[in-house]
């Protein structure tokens, strides 16, 4: 049964704006080199009024949890979780939706 992997993300407030710029970018092209998941989609709110702060979304369809499970711990997404996530994010939110 496929797992929805959704991610919302506050970026620190400190960040340069050339930082806060290059996230989604170096977040997309990580994400594209993690063998793991289809139907990825990564960026910001549609409207601004009901996203609580989250500057960014990220939603992953993977096959079942054997694939979250190994997706999780992949070194291409570990490394950007302990790089550009740890770095650069202030608060995370992620949850799974089994459907």
Known sequence: MPIHHIVLFKLKPELSQEDRD????????GLAKVPYGTNDAMGPPMNDAFARGYEYGLYRC???VEELQAYRTCPEHMELINGVVKERVAEMCSFQIQA
């Open 22 to 29: 290059s996230f989604l970018t170096i977040c997309q092209e």
């Open 62 to 64: 993977l096959k079942d």
